[in-house]
């Protein structure tokens, strides 16, 4: 009987682990504005010309300033300057802001 006990009990155990395990395997994605510093590549949905700034850089007048981006498995950006990664990001529908980089 002692063994049939800590066979359940072991088996539970995993179950609550493996259960916990999940729960925080949950989406990580990091969503974060970057901003269009190089106009040699117009489109916003295009990734490269993108830039990290932690602080608002936009201004007014122009065209496209910044958008927001879902950097997948990518971690995200910690110094100001890091460029957006060419692939494997997507742009979040309706993010462009309008303006120009400062």
Sequence with gaps: MNRIKKAVFGVLVAGLAFSFSAFKTTNTKAIVTYYKTDMS???ANDPRGYQYFSS?????????????WDLGTHPGPFIDGTPLPTSGVKMRLATAVEGHFE
Aim: negative net charge; proline residues 6%.
């Design 56 to 68: 608002d850089r936009c201004e007014t007048g122009g065209s496209l300033c910044s958008a927001i």
């Design 41 to 43: 590549y117009p489109e």
